[in-house]
């Protein structure tokens, strides 16, 4: 009697143990299925996924089956391609996204197997895509929030990406969110991204106009500066910078920078002249105040302020004289451009120099109306 009991209960233990692995083979036998089922419509790839996830919730509920990587290593699967394939739908992508992630963890935390590592890193991989799918159409939506969120959770994944920094950036942009702004091209130009003198231009742009931040955006451009040395656009950037700033000296060693490597470029020279020209302005603000102040006394008059007013005039003709030659070469580069001939004769009518304000004149009548 003891034997048939014995044998009964061998038999039951069994058929128990078959019908755990059953499901595991059931899981196993349904992704064989959909990885040959050829074309098949949303609906129908999506019903096969959710039969195969619904074995794996009765092998990773098992006491017996749940303590296998290949148990969880299907239900990474399922959970996984459905959040690809369904990314369209937010929701249901991020759950079953969720499932996968959590399954991904468990199935590496039980040893698995040389196929289950293949597969798992196919679950991965179909995770990264739809993250970046929801993200593709959260934009294509205009929903611009949505399509940060999901490019930024994509760079975490895959932090080598550099298109998918400079995208989140992008989006970022559209949200006016600046420090995700930076976040994002500062990632993308740590791994070299090809256009990266681009990227520092607009984050340039961004903190100069936008954050109105101009401190940080010196940093910026000297940093991209000495990457790219013959970048004229980042050299005219730091010259504005300081020309902004009033420091006429760093404003002069700039733009002669942007001269020896462009000699013929007009607004160079110009720019150059225009440097002078304005310093000689200021002087000649405080020579307008002088002379107004000599006016009011001409009875008695100061011969201290007469010799600072005279001493005003002549810093200003030096001044002036080095702008000349730059204006001259502007002109001459671009003869159809009347502004560095303007200049021109507003210098020599200061200095009384009729010859040439008069040979002025004459080209600035010669342009095209």
Do not use: C
């Amino acid at each position: 009697m003891k034997k048939i009991l014995l044998s009964i209960l061998f038999v039951g233990v069994a058929s128990l143990a078959n019908a755990q692995r059953s499901e595991v083979n059931a899981a196993k036998n349904t992704w064989i299925l959909i990885s040959n089922a050829g074309a098949k419509t949303l609906p129908e790839t999506l019903k096969m996924l959710d039969d195969g996830l619904a074995h794996t919730d009765k092998a990773t509920a098992d006491e017996k089956t749940s303590k296998l990587a290949e148990s969880w290593t299907y239900r990474a699967l399922f959970a996984s391609r459905a959040a690809q394939i369904d990314s369209l739908d937010l929701a249901n992508s991020k759950a079953k996204q969720k499932i996968a992630e959590e399954a991904i963890t468990k199935a590496q935390s039980l040893s698995p197997k040389e196929d289950d590592k293949k597969f798992l890193k196919d679950a991965n991989e179909f995770i990264e895509d739809a993250v970046r799918n929801r993200g593709v159409f959260a934009y294509k939506k205009k929903d611009y929030a949505t399509a940060l969120e999901s490019f930024n959770e994509y760079t975490a994944k895959n932090p080598t990406d550099t298109n998918m920094f400079v995208n989140a950036a992008l989006m970022a942009k559209q949200l006016k969110n600046y420090p995700e702004i930076a976040r994002n091209y500062k990632a993308a130009i740590a791994l070299n991204y090809p256009d990266a003198a681009l990227l520092y231009k607009d984050m340039i742009n961004m903190y100069l106009t936008e954050v109105k931040d101009s401190a940080t955006a010196i940093t910026i451009i000297q940093e991209a500066a000495a990457k790219y040395p013959n970048d004229n656009d980042l050299l005219g950037m730091e010259t504005n910078y300081w020309l902004r700033k009033g420091d006429v000296a760093k404003s002069q060693e700039m733009i002669k920078k942007l001269i020896d490597k462009n000699p013929d470029n007009p607004d160079y020279q110009t720019a150059m002249g225009d440097i002078f020209f304005k310093q000689a302005d200021e002087f000649q603000d405080a020579r307008n105040k002088l002379a107004t102040e000599l006016e009011a006394n001409r009875t008695k008059v100061d011969a201290k302020k007469k010799k600072e007013y005279d001493d005003l005039g002549a810093k200003m003709r030096g001044i002036l004289d080095q702008a000349v030659p730059y204006y001259k070469k502007a002109a001459e580069l671009d003869p159809k451009s009347g502004y560095p001939l303007d200049k021109l004769k507003s210098i020599y009518s200061f200095k009384n120099d009729k010859a040439n304000e008069d040979a002025v004149q004459k080209q600035l009548d010669a342009l095209p109306k």
